[in-house]
Nanobody
Framework: QVQLVESRGGLVQPGGSLRLSCVAS????????IGWFRQAPGKEREGVSCISRSGGTRYADSVKGRFTISRDNAKNTVYLQMNSLKPEDTAVYYCAARRTFLLSQCTLEKYDYWGQGTQVTVSP
């Protein structure tokens, strides 16, 4: 069964950094675009970032310049480096996989598999 497992999030002070990882099992990560999404209490889930099969990236305006997505296909792992964190980044973060033939582009829509989510809290 396809699995995506996010690393543990945590509590971070404003201005701090945190790196999330997403490990894929039972499928070949290289065949998939990977996205990171988040959902804050009382809000709809939003796309944060995605990375294409060949490493092309896309970011939500709210995280541009602060978050960096990367992938290591050999380790079947995708990372989300989050810097300069703000209280409004507080949310449950999910990684997701989308099977695609596209190499250089990714989208923040229509993902096939999802992780269980991990809580990130940014607070003094």
């Amino acid at each position: 069964q396809v699995q995506l497992v996010e690393s543990r999030g945590g509590l971070v002070q404003p201005g701090g950094s945190l790196r999330l990882s997403c490990v894929a099992s039972k499928f070949t990560l290289a065949d998939y675009a990977i996205g990171w999404f988040r959902q804050a209490p009382g809000k709809e889930r939003e796309g944060v970032s995605c990375i294409s099969r060949s490493g092309g990236t896309r970011y939500a305006d709210s995280v541009k310049g602060r978050f960096t997505i990367s992938r290591d296909n050999a380790k079947n792992t995708v990372y989300l480096q989050m810097n300069s964190l703000k209280p409004e980044d507080t949310a449950v973060y999910y990684c997701a996989a989308r099977r695609t033939f596209l190499l250089s582009q990714c989208t923040l829509e229509k993902y096939d598999y999802w992780g269980q989510g991990t809580q990130v809290t940014v607070s003094p």
